[in-house]
């Protein structure tokens, strides 16, 4: 079975400093990674996702992240953050096949000026 | 263009009570899934449909059902609501079935159960 796990439940950061948010996996087969952020009160979007190819993705927003197999990891980047992206940032893997996503259980984000 | 619509955005309802939560998929996307977000913690995949059958189910019980229309709406009932059905409860829609393609989610309908 697939599971992932966010390594942390809230990251302070300042406003322009760089952030990384954790996110480790576990599958027995090869995976389809996503970050989603949710605003509050609202619904999940979509920042970007790993379906093959290039380790390294960009997403929406300024976000990038970087597949590695051999760690099972896939870390959300942001070489310098704003009010804005204050949020929360869920981390999902996707098995080749199946119809659903695992979500892990959410790193806050909170940007401070 | 429309993105995912949920109705209603909030409601109570009473232990015992039956619920019936409703989405509407972007338009042209055939595919929906629902999940289930409970207060700090990630959302949980409950169903997914596709062309109007059911392609995949969660661990929820037999409470939790499901169906999509031929418009390709869909509707999640939960009948016997517990106090632990309090939760923001999330529709997905995506063009073909999720499998790598983007799910895009409504803002979802909260749940209260007293």
């Known amino acids: 079975a697939q599971s992932v796990t966010q390594l942390d439940s809230q990251v302070p950061v300042f406003e322009e400093a760089p952030v990384e948010l954790r996110c480790n996996y576990s599958?027995?087969?090869?995976?389809?990674l996503f970050w989603y952020v949710q605003y509050p009160n609202q619904g999940l979007q979509l920042l970007l996702k790993?379906?093959?190819?290039?380790?390294l993705v960009k997403g929406i927003n300024g976000f990038e992240a970087e597949f590695n197999k051999s760690q099972t990891s896939f870390h959300l980047r942001k070489p310098s953050v704003h009010i804005s992206d204050t949020a929360e940032y869920f981390c999902?893997?996707?098995?080749?096949?199946?119809?659903?996503?695992?979500f892990g259980s959410g790193t806050r984000l909170q940007v401070q000026p | 263009d429309a993105g995912v619509t949920q109705s209603p955005t909030h409601l109570i309802k009473t232990r015992g009570q039956q619920v019936t939560l409703r989405c509407s998929p972007i338009s042209g996307h055939k595919s929906v899934s629902w999940y289930q977000q409970v207060l700090g913690q990630g959302p949980q995949f409950i169903f997914q449909?596709?062309?109007?059958?059911?392609?995949g189910r969660g661990n929820f019980p037999d409470r939790f059902s499901a169906r999509q229309f031929p418009n390709y709406s869909s509707e999640l009932n939960v009948n016997a609501l517990l106090l632990g059905d309090s939760a923001l409860y999330l529709c997905?829609?995506?063009?073909?079935?999720?499998?790598?393609?983007?799910?895009?989610f409504g803002e979802g309908s909260w749940l209260t159960v007293v």
């Open positions: 599958s027995s087969v090869s995976v389809y």
């Open positions: 999902a893997v996707s098995e080749p096949g199946r119809r659903a996503l695992t």
């Open positions: 449909y596709y062309e109007k059958e059911e392609r």
């Open positions: 997905a829609s995506s063009l073909e079935q999720p499998r790598g393609n983007t799910i895009y």
């Open positions: 790993y379906l093959s190819g290039s380790t």
